[in-house]
């Protein structure tokens, strides 16, 4: 595998992530 492969999944697993936890914190925000 090639590096800019490598750096492009890091990425997108990046951005779930970040997409994960902004819905959690907006279900936070919701609950209070």
Do not use: C, Y
């Not at 800019?4 to 997108?12: F, H, I």
């Amino acid at each position: 595998m090639s590096l800019n492969l490598v750096s492009e999944q890091l990425l997108t697993a990046n951005n779930i992530n970040q997409q994960d936890l902004f819905s959690l914190l907006g279900q936070l925000s919701e609950r209070k």
